[in-house]
């Protein structure tokens, strides 16, 4: 097999990294250093025998070191390859990238892409091996993607959901499982072995990867820094899988295999101890996610959701579940639980939409709109709100007459107010900020009209109702009229856009100005009946003298 200079090079450079990464270590008397270059993460632990430990990492930067070498040190190219072989070499690269490399996809998608990548190998596989026959070959194909299927089928939850009631049934499915995941890999190794291509030492790295389960076993015995040193045992994987390809291109000798020595001392157990690859991790993502901002069902991604049902479970919803002991499991069964018992209350249905929209749909269809649909919803709500307004006022105002007819206006017209709760309505210029001035003013709004700069409020005393406005602009200053009123006031106002305006519940009016400048308003107030009320606001130029505001009236009771 020709050996590439990049092999070489990376294993040495990857030593070189690893002896250094050591010394560094024992220096400072921390592991960090040299856990972080040879594993890939930082230590979880710091009370440990340092020595011992490092010794161990020693043997696995060399196990590193072993395995970039075999990984890179490339093809032998003795027989010219088939499209579909070369397909199934390319494909196997990609997948020794995808396995070694950390890729920041979530769990979900990870598995599906593992599963999409290893059964595409699989087929590949099956159609470039020869000395097995064609219903061996479909049962490999269908053992992996049974393993498969099934690995996806626990990622998104389906199992958990079927455990609630029947969970002898689930554990059966998960065993069926692994046992499809390991005849899969088994026919794989007989069939390398029967084609006669790849080496026994290939064949041998194949069924090392049966030692997967020592990590768990061992590590559970003798701690995390053991168990973590284990998961060296992963590398026959990727060496495996690094090799067919590289082998592919060999002289197949048929119906004569290679011998494999010794299959069952390293099957037999593996068929005993290992457990399936895809069983549910117990997790406790929600501890770590982001919390802080969750988004509605329909504006999330399928990511966002399952994040935005563990931070509203664990931290608001069932009380119970706040423990940070808490797994996303239970989360989850908890909440399918809860999905499948129905009658789901506005609160809890506010959590469960990220988990069971269909159910909670049926009773609360609104937690299904996006922000632009309940936007849009509102706007039009309020827009028929405003419509309704404008009828009921213009109705109301179709009884309203002139209570001084005699007064000759340059500009006069006459509308409705409809309080509720006691509210006024504004008198002002047009501008916003003339509003924002008075807000900003400490003025005694128990009078009748309370001006600052711009801008005046009108106060009422009818709690709920109708009062008919009547606007009037002159020219000159009238008479004084008190009769038959409860209350008369005045007060200046700076009309700086030429046009007055007049805001209130159902109340709109713009009244055209001459000119703008300083103005007059002389408001006339009296109560009719209860719930009905009269307005007349006489607006003229201030007079030269420029007199200050003057209350007219006594403070009302």
Not at 113 to 138: H, K, M, N, P
Not at 313 to 330: I, Q
Not at 368 to 374: E, G, I, N, T, W
Request: charged share 20%; proline share 7%; aromatic share 8%.
């Amino acid at each position: 097999m020709r050996k590439l200079p990049l092999g070489w090079l990376a294993a040495s450079l990857n030593l070189a990294v690893v002896l250094i990464a050591v010394a560094i270590s024992l220096v400072r008397g921390s592991l960090d250093p040299a856990w972080t270059v040879v594993q890939w993460y930082p230590a979880p632990f710091s009370e440990v025998s340092i020595p011992l430990v490092l010794i161990g990492l020693l043997l696995v930067g060399l196990a590193n070191s072993w395995m970039f070498w075999q990984v890179l040190k490339g093809p032998a190219e003795r027989l010219p390859l088939s499209p579909r072989a070369r397909g199934l070499r390319w494909l196997l690269y990609v997948y020794v990238v995808w396995r070694l490399l950390p890729v920041p996809l979530a769990e979900g998608p990870a598995t599906a892409v593992d599963a999409a990548l290893w059964v595409s190998i699989v087929v590949l596989f099956a159609g470039v091996v020869t000395g097995s026959g064609r219903g061996f070959r479909l049962a490999m194909i269908a053992f992996s993607l049974l393993a498969a299927g099934g690995g996806l089928l626990i990622e998104t939850g389906v199992l958990v959901r079927v455990a609630q009631a029947t969970p002898m049934l689930v554990l059966a499915v998960a065993l069926a499982l692994g046992a499809a995941a390991l005849t899969g890999l088994i026919m794989m190794l007989i069939a390398q072995r029967r084609d006669g291509r790849w080496s026994r030492a290939t064949l041998v790295l194949g069924a090392l990867q049966f030692l997967s389960f020592l990590p768990s076993v061992v590590g559970g015995l003798f701690g995390e820094p053991v168990r973590g040193l284990l998961e060296v045992v992963a590398l026959f994987e990727v060496v495996w899988l690094a090799r067919t390809a590289h082998e592919l291109s060999s002289p197949t000798t048929g119906s004569e295999p290679a011998p494999l020595r010794p299959p069952a001392w390293l099957l037999m157990p593996a068929l005993l101890l290992i457990a399936p690859e895809a069983l549910p991790h117990d997790t406790a993502t929600w501890r770590d996610a982001d919390c802080s901002s969750i988004p509605r069902y329909a504006d999330a991604s399928p990511q966002e959701r399952r994040r935005a049902y563990l931070c509203l479970a664990a931290n608001e919803g069932y009380g119970f579940l706040r423990d940070e002991a808490v797994t996303d499991r239970h989360l989850l069964s908890e909440g399918w639980k809860r999905c499948a018992a129905g009658g789901i209350k506005k609160g809890r249905a506010e959590i469960l939409v990220y988990l069971c929209p269909d159910a909670v749909a049926r009773e609360h269809p609104d937690l299904l709109l996006s922000s632009a649909q309940l936007r849009e919803r509102q706007t039009a709500e309020q827009a028929e709100r405003r419509t309704a307004l404008a009828a009921e006022a213009a109705e109301y105002a179709g009884s309203c007459r002139d209570p001084w007819p005699t007064l000759r206006a340059v500009h006069e017209v006459t509308a409705a107010h409809l309080p509720t709760d006691w509210d006024g309505y504004r008198v002002y210029d047009g501008r916003a900020a003339s509003l924002d001035a008075l807000q900003a003013e400490q003025l005694d709004y128990d009078r009748p009209l309370v001006a600052a700069g711009g801008a005046a409020v009108v106060t009422t005393t009818i709690e709920y109702g109708g009062i008919c406005v009547t606007v009037k602009l002159v020219n000159t200053p009238p008479p004084l009229r008190r009769r038959g009123w409860d209350a008369v006031a005045e007060a200046d106002l700076r009309l700086t856009t030429g046009r007055l305006h007049l805001r209130g519940r159902g109340l709109k009016v713009a009244l055209p100005l001459p000119k703008a400048g300083r103005y007059r308003v002389r408001l006339h107030t009296r109560t009719l009946d209860e719930g009905v009320g009269e307005d007349l606001i006489v607006v003229y130029p201030e007079p030269r003298d420029r007199s200050r505001t003057r209350e007219l009236s006594a403070p009302r009771r």
